[in-house]
């Protein structure tokens, strides 16, 4: 089974992706974790996406492509999760036609969907452990011992370049513009599924699981 995880920044769509891994031995696919690791190990590409990625604009639709066939083309037989991908009508349909190439689908687009001042809140206090992943918010979900993950007791916490206000409201702005016609787009499709993201957790976790399932 291959799953789109679609939404705004903040709503939820990697913390979800990474509970099917867990729950469904999914692969998670984050076009955003691909380009960070890349600006981290400082590849020319690295490189190059760096200053759009700080001002939440969209990296170019060949760069993002050519990241995802290249994970499509590994031996994993378990399903994908698309989280962050496909961002734009070319990426959607670059993406059906690598997965129509290997005899595969995409299943079900569960779009998570939170208004813009929740997403305000969650994307400035939100910070991540650098060793497992693990997502913490300062005021929802504060790690029990300050500064050490609560999963691996790793200390390497960080924030997000692109998570202040102004990169946001930029990433906003990117997503209604070039990403929500996707919705339309899977909906035509018989693909879509909503989940109100701003339900508490354990609900949210129980509608994707129900929407994958429906
Ligand atoms: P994310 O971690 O998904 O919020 O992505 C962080 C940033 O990486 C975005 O603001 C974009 O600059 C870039 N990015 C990630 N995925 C894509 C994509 N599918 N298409 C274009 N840019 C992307």
Known sequence: MNIIMLGAPGAGKGTQARVLVEQRGMKQLSTGDMLRAARTSGTEMGNKVAAVMDAGQLVTDDIVIGLIAEQLDGPHTGGFIFDGFPRTLAQADALEALLAAKGQQIDAVIELRVNDEALVDRITGRYTCGACGEVYHDRTKPTKVEGVCDECGSSNLKRRADDNEDS??????????????LIGYYYAKGKLRVVDGLQAMGAVKAAVAKAITD
């Not at 946001?168 to 016609?181: A, C, H, I, N, V």
């Open 168 to 181: 946001l409201r930029q990433r906003l702005m990117e997503y209604y513009k070039k990403t929500s016609p």
